[in-house]
């Protein structure tokens, strides 16, 4: 199956960047019997957000991994800031950095020394390379921790400057893979702010998550990722409006009242111990005034309750799981590259 998935041009774009970003068509990986990427199509506009989202095992790394140059397809064809991954990995390498979810942070050094290292990976003048070490280090509040090993940090602090290590080489494109994951709610909310300001510069993010909130938080476009296929893509508020859930719940003072509710309610499904009905609705503006126009005139409503969809139901509908509660074997069988 190919699922396609594309979005409109951001206004934000880097000067001169006229191909998309990403445009894969196809995508497909397997580790001997194993299917990661089922004929995966996506297009990400240059300097917009992308939101790769599925539970574990659903194929994320694998496509990360793919469209970074550290793992060839089986099938398909993808293109990366213009350049064919196959015919020219090393142009695609040079305008990406990777943040994986394993960190690249070497912790006999401090976080000076870190980013240094990679000013020198990327050939860096010495003296542009401390210049641009310095600002990642005020920019992503790592200041007062330059001369200390990366031991001392705490896991926030181990991630961003594992990012900032990433910048070092001013990428047009950077993947972060699962970027927050095992983060608390503070460092989450910095690194998302952090995503951001680089976002507002022009540089296009390419993320993994598992978590819907980040995606809905940071996202132009999210696809959602399951058994290596696409099941559903666009922007959140496209996603939360397909998405079936959504219903209002009405109290009633009395039994009498709530049946004869139920009877005006088309599709109403009345709880008779708790007196409510909970009525379906669709996720426009005027879908509450609809169902209370339903209701006869004269019967008291004690109480409403509206639920809007969210993301959690959207993946819900289409794989009858959530990313954070389905849990999957996802041990590794060895590298079939
Ligand atoms: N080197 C490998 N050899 C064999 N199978 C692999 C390999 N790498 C990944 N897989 C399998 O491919 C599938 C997709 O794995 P992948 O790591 O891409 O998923 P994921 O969505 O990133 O999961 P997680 O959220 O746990 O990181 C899984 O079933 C996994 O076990």
Redesign the pocket.
């Known amino acids: 199956m190919t699922s396609d998935v594309s979005g409109p041009a951001p206004a934000s774009s880097r000067a001169g960047a006229a191909a998309p970003a990403i445009v894969a068509t196809g995508l497909s990986k397997a580790?001997?019997k194993?299917v990661?990427?089922d004929g995966v199509s996506l297009t990400v506009p240059r300097g917009s957000v992308f939101a790769l989202l599925?539970?574990?095992?659903?194929?994320?790394?694998?496509?990360?991994?793919v469209l970074s140059t550290l793992r060839l397809p089986s099938a398909g064809s993808a293109e990366v800031l213009g350049h064919d991954l196959r015919t020219a990995p090393a142009e695609v390498r040079a305008g990406i950095g990777v943040t994986g979810?394993f960190s690249a942070v070497d912790s006999m050094l401090t976080g000076l020394e870190n980013l240094l290292l990679m000013a020198k990976l990327y050939h860096l003048a010495r003296d542009e390379g401390e210049a641009r070490a310095r600002s990642l280090l005020k920019r992503f509040d790592l200041s007062e921790a330059w001369s200390r090993p990366p031991s001392t940090y705490s896991g926030g602090m181990r991630r961003r400057l594992d990012i900032a290590m990433t910048l070092m080489g001013d990428p047009a494109l950077i993947f972060l893979?699962?970027p927050t994951t095992g983060l608390d709610p503070r460092s989450r909310q910095t690194m998302w702010q952090i995503v951001r300001e680089f976002v507002a510069e022009g540089v296009t993010v390419f993320l993994?998550t598992?978590y819907l909130q980040e995606a809905d938080e940071l996202a132009d476009q999210i696809a959602l990722?399951d058994h290596?296929r696409v099941v559903a893509h666009g922007t959140p508020a496209e996603l939360k409006q397909h998405a079936p859930g959504a219903h209002i719940t009405l109290r009633f003072a009395t039994s009498a009242g709530l049946h004869a509710a139920a009877r005006s309610v088309p599709g109403s499904t009345p709880d008779a111990d708790a007196f409510t009905l909970r009525c379906p609705m669709a996720a426009d503006g005027g879908a509450v005034k609809r169902v209370l126009d339903r209701v006869p005139d004269g019967l008291p409503i004690e109480d409403i309750t509206v639920h809007t969809p969210d993301l959690d139901d959207v993946f819900f509908a289409l794989s009858g799981t959530t990313p954070q509660t389905r849990t999957?074997?996802?041990?590794?069988?060895?590298?079939?590259?």
Do not use: M, Y
């Open positions: 580790f001997g194993k990661a990427l599925g539970p574990n095992g659903s194929g994320k790394t694998t496509l990360v991994q979810q893979d699962e993994t598992q990722l290596g999957e074997d996802t041990a590794r069988t060895g590298d079939h590259r």
